[in-house]
């Protein structure tokens, strides 16, 4: 199944979430039959993103955006498993600090927008600006109205001068499963860390947030910076769609090896001669 272009929101469309099954996934009966597909698609993120490295043509930018335990930890986790870390930043955005503030909310993610050759992900991002802030009114409406329209020409402005490919995955759940994940989180010891008092506060304007996500979804899926819903109440559906989604991506750019900087047929004749010397000698 062709879940790139199952999930993507169309340009200009107008998403009503209700419409979405968050517990969708495919023609897969569970994790044990996904597994073999999602161990091909983590392989060719492997594979493509140490061409990205070496290609320094093109950069990747991956942002993760959905309600308090949507899983956009794991997801982070699970894509960057398959990369080598050393063209990878990861970037969580918290409340803006005092010095944020004090900019415009792009100054900020514009900092950590990728370089050619790298890959960024985003673990919330530039988008908070008209998710939690619109919700919770920390700034009026003529503030963050305009965002959309400066979120969508800063994409552009990485797609277009600096060759970003840019992949937004919203993490939709149910409701239902929400307070599961709550519960999962309250019985184990390592994990409970993670709670706060804030997520019960925030799931009671569960439905204000719906209606953020899908004025973002609706006002900024682009050609160049798509949006795509991705079913997220079974972990390992989550992650097989938003690596094969990734992987996809990653070939499309048509990545090249970089020739040697070097004369290769010189470089075999020093080794020869190198070897000979080292056998001499041993
Ligand atoms: P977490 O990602 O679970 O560690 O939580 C980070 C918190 O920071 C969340 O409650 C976000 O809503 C909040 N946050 C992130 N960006 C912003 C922002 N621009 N303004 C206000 N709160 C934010
Ligand atoms: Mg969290």
Redesign the pocket.
């Known amino acids: 199944m062709n879940l790139e272009k199952r999930f993507r929101i169309e340009p200009g469309s107008s998403v009503d979430l209700s419409s979405f099954d968050a517990g969708f996934h495919g023609d897969y009966k569970n994790e044990a039959d996904a597994a073999i597909d999602l161990q091909k698609h983590l392989h060719r993120i492997s594979k493509l993103q140490r061409k990205l490295y070496a290609d320094r043509g093109h950069a990747l930018l991956v942002v993760l955006q959905g309600i308090?335990g949507a899983g956009?930890d794991g997801t982070c986790w699970h894509v960057i498993s398959a990369m080598d870390p050393q063209g990878v930043e990861v970037r969580?955005?918290?409340?803006?600090t005092p010095e944020e503030k004090e900019h415009d909310?792009l100054w900020r993610v514009h900092a950590h927008a990728p370089q050619r050759g790298n890959v960024a992900i985003f673990?919330?991002s530039h988008y908070?600006?008209v998710l939690?802030?619109r919700v919770h009114e920390?700034v009026p409406k003529d503030v963050w109205k305009p965002r959309y329209d400066f979120i969508n020409e800063w994409e552009r402005l990485l797609a277009v001068e600096n060759n970003t490919t840019i992949l937004k995955f919203f993490l939709y759940i149910s409701k239902e499963e929400q307070l599961e994940r709550f519960r999962l989180r309250l019985d184990d010891p390592d994990r409970q860390w993670k709670i706060s008092e804030?997520d019960y506060k925030?799931r009671e304007k569960w439905d204000d947030y719906i209606k953020a996500f899908e004025a973002a979804l609706s006002k900024c899926s682009t050609r160049r910076a798509p949006w795509y819903v991705i079913p997220s109440n079974h972990k390992w559906f989550r992650n097989l769609a938003v690596s094969q989604i990734i992987a996809d991506a990653l070939e499309d750019m048509r990545l090249e090896t970089p020739k040697p900087a070097v004369d290769i047929e010189e470089i075999r004749r020093l080794y020869h001669q190198a070897s000979k010397e080292e056998n001499k000698r041993g």
């Open positions: 308090d956009k969580g955005f918290k409340q803006p909310f673990n919330r908070e600006d939690v802030v920390l804030s925030e």
